[in-house]
């Protein structure tokens, strides 16, 4: 399959099947949203069908859901599984602490309650998503319809505050309308280019009103499967 996959892709198909790997039977699996997501969902579902590994998945999408499904893994809600064993997710960046930039895809508010809920959070990603400070990826914030340009700027008035290179926010569109997320909200894409404290960053965010979550991941991710275009992978 790798051989025809273009260099990106080869490298999120190697990461993804080796975290899929880790999975052992009778866990409670989070699974992630996005391209690289869909490929350890694909290896799960193989491991399903030819191993027999019994596993309960927690899709953090209705896309992943409906994917999970179809490939006949079992899918349980957050609630019904309790706690998990492991959450797999791609990233739109990390840095060398393992803090990341997520939602790229307009998932990032059900996957960071799962991989909060996990045990461990294993994320898988090409390596050019590797970064020395995060935020040329813009930043997406999770906000509700109500009111959102009100939100926007106050989120605006905070960023002047902080130590960042861009202020500039983008309400996500999809097509001529507003993306909507699973959840029913909007997303605001914030072009910050660098993001001196994330920390600060992530918290301060979550305190305007109307914001519901942000897309940096702090101290949650534990492991990185970074794959390489000509199949290498490698553990951090
Ligand atoms: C979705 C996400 C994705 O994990 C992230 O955007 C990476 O996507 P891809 O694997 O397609 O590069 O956070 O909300």
Redesign the pocket.
């Known amino acids: 399959m790798a051989g025809d996959l273009s260099l990106i892709d080869t490298a999120?198909y190697v990461a993804a099947r080796r975290a899929a790997d880790m999975v052992q039977n009778g866990m409670r699996v989070g699974l992630?949203?996005?391209?690289?997501?869909?490929w350890m969902v694909r290896r799960l579902g193989e491991r399903v069908r030819e191993e027999g590994l019994a596993i309960k998945g927690v899709p953090?999408?209705t896309r992943t859901a409906q994917l999970a499904r179809e490939l006949g893994i079992e899918v349980v809600s957050l609630d019904q599984a309790g706690w998990l064993d492991i959450t797999i997710?791609?990233?739109?960046e990390f840095d060398r602490e393992l803090n990341l930039i997520?939602?790229?895809?307009?998932?990032?508010l059900q996957?960071k309650i799962v991989a909060t809920a996990s045990d461990q959070m294993v994320v898988?990603?090409?390596a050019g998503?590797e970064v020395e400070t995060l935020g040329a990826f813009p930043l997406?914030v999770e906000v509700i319809p109500f009111g959102w340009q009100t939100t926007r700027t106050l989120i605006e008035e905070v960023l002047d505050t902080m130590d960042v290179l861009g202020t500039r926010s983008a309400l996500r569109m999809n097509g001529e309308a507003p993306f909507v997320t699973d959840e029913g909200n909007h997303v605001l894409d914030l072009h910050l280019q660098r993001i001196g404290n994330p920390r600060q960053m992530a918290l301060v965010l979550n305190q305007v009103p109307g914001v519901v979550e942000n897309?940096l991941f702090i101290d949650i991710c534990d492991k990185v499967v970074i794959g390489y275009g000509d199949g290498r992978v490698e553990l951090r």
């Open positions: 999120k992630g949203t996005g391209s690289t997501a869909a953090t999408s997710d791609g990233a739109d997520k939602g790229g895809g307009g998932a990032h996957e898988i990603a090409d998503k997406p897309g």
